[in-house]
């Protein structure tokens, strides 16, 4: 792939989003109230042979819908992200005969939910396909505190540095980033 398809296909998923939303934040900032659903993808989260640039593109919006949160909150206007898969005109040239009955309208409900006004869910991924909702989420291994780190340290504690006993999840909304720097300094504050 070229720069060229690389970047027309970011122009679509992740620019394309970006260009529709920021004249629509402002206005819902100034209403005090509003709701954003942005679309990404699977492949944004796991990743997918052969299509690198739309992989980028849909984990991009992950960033883009976690700022919005963050941003709108106090405003009124949360944002949500929508993982869908639904055998569409995209899903041509597929073999999706072994594929359980997965339409558009299986995930509508979830993006109906997310758009309400009721809904005071900001930050949040939702997975939605097959007839199946499930909240997918960033998490990170406990990890492993040291002062100074060495190449060959890194390498030796690969093990205990990816044990999944005392998984961490820093939701998004609303100080993910903050919650995160926290923990860590903790770690460096207090080893053990």
């Known amino acids: 792939m070229d720069w060229e398809q690389f970047s027309a296909v970011l122009d679509v998923h992740l620019h394309g989003a970006f260009h529709v939303v920021r004249p629509a934040f402002s206005i819902m900032c100034d209403a005090g109230y509003g709701r954003i659903v942005l679309t990404s993808s699977i492949a944004g989260l796991y990743g ?27 405003h009124g206007v949360t944002c949500n992200l929508i993982v869908p898969a639904a ?26 939910w997310l758009a309400h006004e009721s809904c005071t869910a ?25 002062p100074e780190w060495s190449i060959e340290q890194v390498a030796a504690q690969m093990q205990a540095i990816g044990s999944l006993e005392g998984q961490q999840v820093f939701p998004p909304f609303p100080s993910g980033f903050y919650d995160h720097l926290d923990y860590s300094f903790r770690m460096a504050r207090e080893p053990n």
Do not use: W
């Not at 690198?52 to 960033?63: D, F, P, Q, R, T």
């Not at 072994?98 to 993006?111: D, G, I, L, R, S």
């Open 87 to 112: 055998v569409t005109r995209l899903s041509e040239g597929r073999d999706t005969s072994a594929f359980p009955p997965m339409q558009p309208e299986h995930v509508a409900p979830t993006v109906g």
């Open 48 to 74: 997918e042979r052969n299509v690198v640039a739309y992989c980028v593109g849909k984990a991009g919006l992950i960033g883009l819908a976690n700022a919005l949160a963050l941003e709108g909150a106090a």
């Open 122 to 146: 900001s930050g949040e991924m939702l997975v939605s396909l097959a007839g199946r909702v499930a909240k997918a989420f960033i998490a990170e291994t406990r990890g492993v505190f040291q």
